[in-house]
């Protein structure tokens, strides 16, 4: 591809505020607010309107010049309208300078890190005596914020430290969208697709890709560059444009016309190890545009006699070899789901009763849900006390005998204590229907250790599903390390189950860890661990990960009756 270092943007654009400059100020408000023991909830709505702009698709000094409402966006209420218009209309937010002249230099410092906590670093320099970025750096990299401070500490900093160019997908999914209406509405695309890592639900998103028909692609490329006020572009040529979102993340845009669009939206999708495998077959994509039309992916794989690959197939594993037979697995959707087995309610830090989260899965259309509260020892969490849950194990036999038009499973997320024991005693555990066993604690400890604590806690019999096996927090932290091999195994062995956890951040086990477990025959829950009747959708945010793994609703738990589970879960 032909490139052009360094476009400008157009000369009418020039002067306008970009969508991210505004971020970066509202961002910069809330650090220092929260060094100034300013109300942790008006530091995390600054946070989270600044995440909201950067994936806004109008332009906001656009927007306050014409004197728009701007509480007409989520997130957005009258102070931080306020705020935004004072940084339009002066080029400054007085607060965030205000405060910056009063802080000391290291705390004014932070103002540009917008993603470290600022209460945690005064803690490191505190403790390390620095009192500047630049040693922090220094620390991370000696390996003495882990010594002093500990693992978690040291991630958070090595994470506040580098550059954001990564997004969860539940957050692309919005810029996707927003982006898909700019493209057919402002810019006269005649078709767009969205392809790449995004199409495959890849769950952390580096770029969004988009496959489009125009007339007229410099024009499209000069309007995307007013995208959000202002947004750089990085490369263009007649083979396509790249461009730097706001919102820290890659956007492609490539021309394609309507004869060569099938292929051209498979040549796009695939991984770079999916496509070497479909080359095999079909020879160079490249060459093959000029001589047949492929106006449709079908007609694509039609010609080379493969059956359609799902999107979420294309990784490169055997999806290629698979299709050549026609024996590639149907995959699990969400009208397979029968229910949900990791749900919260009041009793510990969920924020509705045991009810309401029947109800609300209940008008999903499922049979069963499983209520699963912390256990005892999870303090932070409200966890349930021994009495406690007795008590709720006799209240929920009574709403399932009155009958509420769905099964409410006796369950419980059992915190997996440090030496591997179970935070309940057994004949408590006994008298539940299922459990989901979780580690809460002690992340700490080492590869070893980790493994044999959860290979000791599948040892009792009433372990059933290993809840978010790893703990990994995406973009937040690894998780903790297991030998996933070993406890697969022992799984198996045991009769064990695994989940994905739903929830966007966590999506734990992955894709790659799922098709491990289930090529061993392990069954795989796709579970919420919603904490309101709202999070219940989630699922579908699990099941995208399902699907990358191949799985076919027979090989997912709550795609059974309560009658089959029943039997699965007695060991
Ligand atoms: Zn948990
Ligand atoms: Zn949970």
């Known amino acids: 591809m032909e490139t052009h270092e360094e476009v400008q943007s157009p000369a009418q654009t020039q002067s306008v505020l970009s969508n991210a400059e505004i971020a970066d100020r509202l961002a910069g408000l809330a650090q ?9 909830y008006k530091v995390k709505a600054y946070h989270r309107a600044a995440a909201r702009i950067r994936s806004l698709s109008s332009s906001l000094d656009e927007l306050v010049r014409e004197d728009a409402d701007l509480t007409q966006f989520p997130g957005i209420g009258e102070a931080i309208a306020s705020a935004i218009r004072e940084i339009v209309l002066t080029g400054k937010l007085s607060k965030l300078d205000t405060l910056r002249g009063q802080a000391a230099p290291e705390v004014a410092s932070l103002a540009d890190y917008t993603r470290l906590d600022p ?14 970025i630049e040693s922090l750096r220094e620390k991370l990299e000696s390996g003495e914020i882990e010594s002093a401070l500990g693992l978690r500490m040291a991630q958070h900093i090595r994470q506040g430290l580098s550059e954001a160019h990564a997004m969860l997908l539940y957050r692309a999914d919005d810029l996707r969208d927003a982006i898909e209406e700019f493209l057919l509405a402002k810019c006269a695309v005649k078709a767009v697709q969205v392809v790449g890592a995004c199409r495959r639900r890849v769950e952390v998103i580096e770029e969004i890709a988009f496959v489009i028909e125009t007339d007229d692609f410099p024009a499209v490329v000069s309007r995307m560059q007013r995208y959000g006020g202002r947004t750089a572009l990085l490369e263009s040529s007649t083979e396509g444009a790249v461009f730097a979102l706001a919102a820290g993340i890659i956007l492609r845009l490539r021309p394609c016309s309507a004869r060569a669009w099938g292929l051209c939206v498979i040549a796009e999708t695939g991984s770079q190890a999916h496509l070497k495998k479909l080359e ?36 490169g594993y055997d999806e290629v070899e698979l299709a050549g037979k026609n024996v590639l697995p149907e995959l699990v959707t969400e009208a397979d789901i029968r229910g949900d087995l990791h749900a919260h309610s009041t009793s510990s830090d969920g924020v509705h009763s045991i009810q309401q989260m029947a109800t609300a899965a209940r008008e999903r259309g499922y049979e069963y849900i499983g209520i699963s509260d912390h256990s005892q020892s999870l303090k932070i969490a409200r966890g349930v006390s021994v009495d406690d849950l007795w008590r709720q194990i006799r209240y929920i036999d009574k709403l399932n005998a009155k009958g509420h038009g769905i099964r409410i499973l006796k369950s419980s997320e059992v915190d997996i204590l440090a030496d591997g024991s179970l935070d309940y005693p057994d004949e408590l555990l006994k008298a539940l229907d299922y459990t989901v066993c979780s580690i809460h604690s002690r992340f700490g400890l080492n590869r070893e250790q980790q493994t044999e604590r959860i290979m000791r806690a599948m040892d009792n019999r009433y372990f059933n599903i290993l809840g978010h096996a790893t703990g990994r927090l995406l973009l937040k932290r690894p998780g903790y390390e297991i030998d996933i091999a070993r406890v697969v195994d022992h799984a198996r062995g045991n009769g064990c189950f695994f989940e994905i956890n739903s929830s966007p951040d966590r999506l734990d086990l992955s894709a790659e860890n799922t098709r491990r477990a289930s090529a061993a025959g392990v069954l795989i829950a796709v579970n919420t661990d919603s904490h309101s009747m709202g999070e219940l959708q989630l699922v579908g945010r699990g099941l995208d990960q399902a699907r990358r793994a191949g799985l076919a609703k027979s090989a997912v738990l709550n795609c059974m009756s309560w009658q089959k589970l029943h039997g699965l879960f007695k060991r």
């Not at 220092?32 to 942790?40: I, V």
């Not at 095999?280 to 106006?295: E, H, M, P, W, Y």
């Open 280 to 315: 095999v077959i079909t020879g160079r994509l490249t060459s093959l545009s000029g001589k047949t039309a492929f106006k449709t992916e079908a007609a694509f794989y039609r010609k080379f006699s493969l059956a359609y690959i799902e999107p979420e197939l294309r990784e």
């Open 119 to 132: 209460k945690r670093v005064l803690r490191v320099y505190k403790k390390l005596k620095i009192s500047s």
């Open 32 to 40: 220092l607010l929260s060094t100034q023991k300013e109300n942790p």
